[in-house]
Nanobody
Framework: VHVAESGGGLVQAGGSLRLSCVVSGSIFKINAMDWYRQAAGKQHELVATITSGGSTNYADSVKGRFTMSRDNGKNTVYLQMNSLKPEDTARYYC????????????????WGQGTQVTVSS
């Protein structure tokens, strides 16, 4: 299973970015998926979660500004980030809970290399 994030970059405060995360490989089913971020010198922070049915939860720090969505047919999730702030600067990682075969009794978590988001003031 391979997880690949993309869409990061440098943006001014108040701007927007859209991150994408594609899961490929041996996939029977993908359950919940998360976006995490880690800023320099800080702990990993859960940003948003989406269930297989499309229900979402967000960290208080991004509520009303970020929107997570998924396209199950493409094994892809997105993170639309609006009204970006300098404190959103971090490397963003996608986590996927994947069942790789019908015979597998549980899912396993896979993640990618991340994509860097830098917000200038």
């Amino acid at each position: 299973v391979h997880v690949a994030e993309s869409g990061g970059g440098l943006v001014q405060a108040g701007g927007s970015l859209r991150l994408s995360c594609v899961v490929s490989g041996s996939i029977f089913k993908i359950n919940a998926m998360d976006w995490y971020r880690q800023a320099a010198g800080k702990q990993h922070e859960l940003v948003a979660t989406i269930t297989s049915g499309g229900s979402t939860n967000y960290a208080d720090s991004v509520k009303g500004r970020f929107t997570m969505s998924r396209d199950n047919g493409k094994n892809t999730v997105y993170l639309q980030m609006n009204s970006l702030k300098p404190e959103d600067t971090a490397r963003y990682y996608c986590y996927a809970r994947v069942v790789t075969s019908r015979a597998q009794s549980r899912d396993y978590i896979y993640w990618g290399q991340g994509t860097q988001v830098t917000v200038s003031s």
